[in-house]
């Protein structure tokens, strides 16, 4: 992990004091504290006659260890001396690694200049002013004249320090030019400086160009710096390290790129791509929701120039998310999607049906390629499918690439980027941005740094910036993290590819995410058929009348002597030609599917296509105790918490003893069956580590040293990797980035854990529009656990439900599994089966909260070493003798041992008459088992479906007609639950208790 300042970070932090605090203006300010003012006033009067001070002052001034002879007669010290600071940062690369830019190394902390000597010449000094002395320095020995000058190069440090601070809000980093070209605190005069002090010269503090500078060489520095087509916003990030580097780098360029004749003709070409495209697209296929990227086609180069510059830093891989705006274009022109496809899909061909399912629009498609760069390296490019839903991708290709890195060995980020394109609108107002941004620095789910880019076109569908946020700028939300902002001017190609270079060379030296803020301008309606002057007039006849940024680049290159005007004409000419022959050819021959499924990569063997056939779950009892004596083992050293003592001595013992398996520790034999079977296990979720219920406790923590050890990481040498993490207080992006991270991990068991299963709506977003439909929509498989503790126990509305039936809405296509255990064994056999199959499909398992500990749910030894998972457990007690069955009682979870316990209370040999039924798993709907088991009990008059949940939830609705088609058709199918609500549950122990024997009795009416 880096180390970061640690202070908490507030939106508004660059608001801050100037870091250079000014000297106090009077000499005897740090000994005579208010007084100073009147001692000052004395020294004046010794100053002009020494005799006008009594003997005591005049000693003290006379003295040597006076503050005011001390000020002015100690040795002068070099002025801009270097000194290598203490700071925070990690320890950044050697200077040479940096492939881009070349500051002096180490990152440099400048202490406040030493106190400045007046009476003494100044010492030989470094830089272009290094031979300069002070000739604006008035000749001693008149101690006012001194402060006062202290006083003005106090001014211009503030200045200096402002115009870091606060330069953006002048820079011309908006081609609409929206942005101030007057901020208060960067006007001279402000520091009461003015135009006869230009010429004047003034210590500089640490800004590069020499220790002293005129007043007009300091301001020529800092605007270019800062106010030119780049405004940087940094001064927020508190590690001095971190600061100092980029402040180093971009004052010493001027925050200017730096680029060859052949990467600007470059530039001019994929501009030139950008722009065709849309163009063409525009007018083939009439009326057509493309979602252009005119107005912001700089975001072309800029993704290009990270791609170029990916292997130099190391980089192999890049995984990229986007929203709509663009992505065709993204897809054309960066990811190099044959256009033939993408025409095709414009043509809607009936002939092109999508090889997985229902398919998507086009403009939400992935995308995956190899490109290689101009040094020949190879640079893989995945684009990741993505919903309407703006920003919900984020955690979705952060957690993707997570998974990426470590199956690649990279524990630092080093080799996979994540690159997010947002817009400016969704940047700023969707939570999960935040939520993401808030994972990036956190063991476990940070990747490194994410390269963000916002296409920030000012407008969001037909709402304004004014409209659409309360921060300043889209991307203020990013502060948090301390990471810098880049606010480019979308009208500057060279400046936004600088941006990129300075952005990927921090990510790779601080590991940090990056924004860049692309400003621009969004040159249609939100989509084609839109009409942007209904709602913003005035700004879209402003935009109309802009000219495209490829004919002004043009004309730059042109006039800077890179291109020819014949050159330029041939560039044009070679893409228009290409769009139109591929629009020719799809003419004749349209195209096939553009992407084949076919699981490839790690995904090459599993399948999306359930097996009929079981799988055998069971491991040997042997294995059982070993995993069993793993678990009971810490190290000697470690000092556990006396009360955990028993758990983890029992743990030990389970299997020797045949002791019964609980919840917790079937999970934990399950989890380490997989791990010494090499599958890795990741399991993430809020305080999942201890489990909410206090049950699990899969790490444990040395009570004098704060150590963590997690047994399941240390059962063998051989073993795969075991992992479990508190995540962050976030439902959606960690459910998202363990999405992700299932996606491009099929051999890791991945699993969430919600900390009460109600928690797991605000996540929504991520089941519907991705887990639950990703297959279909894009051909994506994810095996992926949600753990949603579910079960009735008058906790109240917010802590009984994990909406079994918003789950079992979705099903259908086997886009997941649906499950509820009702045994300890069979949850041990579910959660092998995820990995044990090569099919992949999401599950979700509902798991209990007071069934952890219950003794009737425990199992024994033998469920685990020879039985497997049962999609539906018939009745013991009945199966026997299945002709007497009256009634077959079936239910889903717990409440199944409300009836077991009311069916006890039964005189006689009523309880043999009825079945109690448990459907373990409800889909993929167990069907057959059912059938089976209902022309057993071929004698039953009555079945009832008996839930816990209100009569408008839980499973009722989606048995109803599936249990119907089922049972002969003299039998009636009854209902015993909860009537139906708008409120999940009561609030009211009371009640709930009462509801609840309602409904068990309902399940018993008419029997004795
Ligand atoms: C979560 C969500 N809410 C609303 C929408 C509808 N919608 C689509 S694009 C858009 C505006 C997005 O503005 P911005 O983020 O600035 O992107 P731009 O279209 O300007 O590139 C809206 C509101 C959506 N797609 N997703
Ligand atoms: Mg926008």
């Known amino acids: 992990m880096n180390e970061r300042g640690n202070g908490p970070a507030s939106l508004n932090s660059d608001s801050v004091e100037p870091e250079e605090v000014p000297e106090p203006n009077s000499p005897y300010y740090p000994g005579f504290g208010v007084n100073a003012g009147a001692v000052e006033e004395l020294h004046g009067l010794y100053a002009a006659n020494p005799a006008s001070v009594d003997a005591g002052w ?21 002025l801009s001396a270097p000194s290598p600071a203490p700071h925070s940062a990690p320890p950044p690369a050697e200077p040479s690694a ?6 002096p190394a180490p990152p440099i902390f400048h202490p406040p200049a030493p106190p400045i000597s007046v009476a003494e010449p100044s010492p030989p000094l470094q830089g272009s002013s290094a031979r300069r002395d002070l000739p604006d320095a008035p000749a001693p020995p008149d101690p006012f004249a001194a402060l006062q000058q202290a006083d003005r190069y106090a001014r211009v440090l503030r200045l200096i320090h402002f115009y870091r601070a606060r330069g953006h809000r002048i820079a011309d980093s908006d081609p609409l030019g929206g942005r101030s070209s007057y901020f208060p605190e960067l006007d001279p005069a402000h520091y009461g400086l003015g135009d006869d002090d230009m010429g004047a010269h003034f210590i500089t503090g640490d800004l590069p160009g020499g220790s002293i500078q005129t007043l007009g060489e300091i301001l020529s520095r800092l605007r270019a710096t800062y106010c030119g087509k780049i405004g940087a916003e940094y001064t927020h990030v508190q590690d001095p390290g971190r600061k100092a580097w980029l402040q180093d780098v971009m004052e010493k360029t001027q925050n200017k790129a730096q680029l060859g004749n052949q990467e600007r003709r470059l530039i001019f070409e994929q501009l030139v791509g950008a722009d065709l495209f849309e163009t063409f697209v525009h007018t083939k296929f009439v009326g057509q929701k493309r979602f252009s990227l005119e107005g912001a086609d700089t975001a072309i180069p800029m993704l290009q120039a990270a791609i170029e510059l990916a292997p130099r830093l190391g980089i192999n891989e890049i995984v990229l998310g986007m929203s709509h705006r663009g992505r065709l274009n993204v897809l054309a022109n960066v990811l190099g999607k044959a256009y033939q496809a993408i025409f095709g899909e414009f043509q809607d061909n009936p002939l092109v049906i999508s090889p997985f399912g229902s398919g998507d629009v086009k403009y939400h498609k992935g995308y995956s390629t190899d490109r290689f760069v101009e040094s020949g390296e190879r640079v893989h490019l995945t684009l990741t499918s993505n919903p309407s839903h703006l920003e919900a991708v984020n955690p979705v290709v952060v957690g993707r690439a997570r998974a990426k890195q470590i199956r690649a060995g990279d524990t630092e980020g080093e080799t996979i980027l994540p690159i997010l394109l947002h817009g400016d609108a969704a940047f700023a107002g969707q939570g999960i941005v935040a939520e993401t941004l808030n994972l990036s620095q956190l063991p476990g789910y940070s990747t490194g740094g994410t390269l963000h880019i916002i296409i920030n076109n000012q ?20 502060k948090m993290i301390q990471i810098p902002i880049f606010h480019v001017n979308g009208d500057a190609p060279e400046a936004a590819v600088h941006c990129i270079k300075l952005a990927m060379e921090y990510r790779k030296r601080f590991q940090d995410d990056v924004v860049v803020d692309l400003v621009c301008y969004r040159r249609h309606g939100h989509n084609e058929g839109d009409e942007p002057a209904f709602t913003q007039p005035r700004l879209y006849s402003k935009i109309r009348s802009r000219r495209l940024l490829r004919e002004l680049y043009a004309e730059h290159l042109i006039r800077e002597g890179v291109l020819s005007t014949e050159q330029v004409t041939e560039i044009e000419d070679t893409r228009k030609t290409a769009l139109n022959e591929a629009y020719d050819s799809i003419q004749s021959r349209p195209p096939g599917p553009d992407e084949p499924y076919e699981p490839n990569g790690p995904w090459t063997g599993f ?36 009360k955990l003592k028993a758990l983890v001595y029992r743990r030990g013992r389970t299997i020797e003893d045949h002791a019964p398996i609980d919840w917790a520790m079937a999970e934990a034999l399950a989890f380490g069956s997989l791990l010494l079977e090499g599958t890795a296990v990741r399991l993430s979720g809020q305080d999942c580590s201890r489990g909410t219920f206090s049950h699990r406790h899969a790490v444990f923590v040395d009570q004098e040293s704060g150590e963590e050890y997690a047994p399941l990481d240390h059962l063998s040498d051989a073993q795969a990797h075991f992992e479990v993490l508190d995540s962050l207080l976030s439902e959606a992006a960690v459910l998202g980035f363990e999405y992700g991270y299932s996606l491009a991990d099929p051999g890791t068991l ?13 996540a929504q977003v991520i089941i519907d529009q991705f887990i639950t439909s990703a297959h279909v929509k894009w051909g994506r498989m994810s095996g992926l656990v949600m753990l949603l503790p579910h079960g009735y126990e008058g906790q109240g509305p917010e802590h009984s439900s994990a909406r079994v039936e918003r789950f079992l809405q979705t099903c259908a296509e086997d886009c997941m599994q649906v499950v509820n255990c009702t045994t300890a064994a069979q949850y041990f056999h579910v959660l092998r089966r995820q990995m044990r199959r090569k099919y992949r499909a999401p599950m979700v398992i509902f798991t209990p909260k007071s069934l952890l500990r219950a003794p009737m749910a425990t199992s024994r030894v033998e469920d685990l070493s020879e039985s497997s998972f049962q999609t539906v457990i018939d009745d013991p007690l009945t199966s ?11 239910s889903f979870g717990k409440v199944f041992y409300d009836l077991l316990a009311e069916r006890e209370l039964l005189k006689g040999d009523a309880s043999e008459r009825i079945a109690l039924v448990r459907v373990e798993e409800l889909y993929p709907w167990p069907e057959a088992r059912l059938r089976e088991i209902f022309s057993a009990y071929s004698n039953a008059q009555r079945v009832f479906w008996v839930q816990e949940e209100p009569r408008n939830m839980g499973a009722w609705t989606f048995v109803r007609d599936r249990l119907s088609d089922l049972v002969a058709e003299n039998i009636r199918l009854e209902y015993a639950g909860r009537e139906a609500s708008a409120s999940t549950a009561t609030g009211s122990m009371r009640v709930h208790r009462s509801e609840q024997a309602m409904l068990v009795a309902d399940a018993f009416e008419d029997l004795e």
Do not use: K, M
């Open 880 to 890: 026997a003798d299945p002709g007497r069955v009256e009634r077959v009682l079936l």
């Open 98 to 103: 940096s492939p881009i830019f070349h500051p």
């Open 58 to 78: 005049r000693a003290h001034f006379e003295s040597e260890n006076s503050l005011l002879l001390r000020s002015f007669n100690s040795p002068p010290a070099p």
């Open 750 to 762: 991945t699993l969430w854990e919600a900390q009460f299963g109600d928690f797991v709506n605000g």
């Open 459 to 478: 407008i969001g569908f037909t709402t304004t910036p004014a409209e659409a946020r309360s921060t300043l700028y889209c991307s203020d939300v990013a």
């Open 607 to 642: 399948s999306r296509v359930r097996p009929n056939e079981d799988v055998n779950t069971a491991i040997s009892v042997e294995r059982l105790s070993q995993i069993a004596e793993g678990l009971g083992s810490l190290p000697e050293y470690f000092h556990l918490h006396p």
